[in-house]
């Protein structure tokens, strides 16, 4: 059975950081894509962060409003998920989830993509 717990939410201020993590266990983790999504009330899941395997490296996706202040990275065993999000801003405020399924050949970046997930960790930023 496959397992995901997240870790690292919390409060900070606009133009903080946080570091979240995701732990994974029950599954091969090189086979796997995992990803990071979020989600505010009253609005749809939305992909933060997706990463796979690859031949040479791995593959990632960053939504738009990731790039350039979040990094996704992967232990090496591939079954622990990393987020570390920097410049932070009040827009980011929601619940971060982590996501993981087999990898089928392409970068999934949509809530339907994935079976497995996590029960989630509040960020919140302050202005």
């Known amino acids: 059975q496959i397992r995901l717990v997240e870790s690292g939410g919390g409060s900070v201020q606009a133009g903080g950081s946080l570091r979240l993590s995701c732990a994974g266990t029950g599954y091969y983790g090189s086979r796997y894509c995992m990803g990071w999504f979020r989600q505010t009330p009253g609005k749809e899941r939305e992909a933060v962060a997706t990463?796979?395997?690859?031949?040479?490296?791995?593959?990632?996706y960053y939504a738009d409003s990731a790039k350039g202040r979040f990094i996704v990275s992967q232990d090496d065993a591939k079954s622990s998920l990393f987020l570390q999000m920097s410049s932070l801003k009040p827009e980011d405020s929601a619940m971060y989830y982590c996501?993981?399924?087999?990898?089928?050949?392409?970068?999934?970046?949509?809530?339907?993509?994935?079976?497995?997930w996590g029960q989630g960790t509040q960020v919140t930023v302050s202005s």
């Open positions: 996501a993981a399924d087999e990898y089928l050949g392409y970068i999934p970046v949509r809530p339907s993509d994935f079976i497995n």
């Open positions: 990463v796979c395997p690859g031949a040479r490296s791995v593959k990632t």
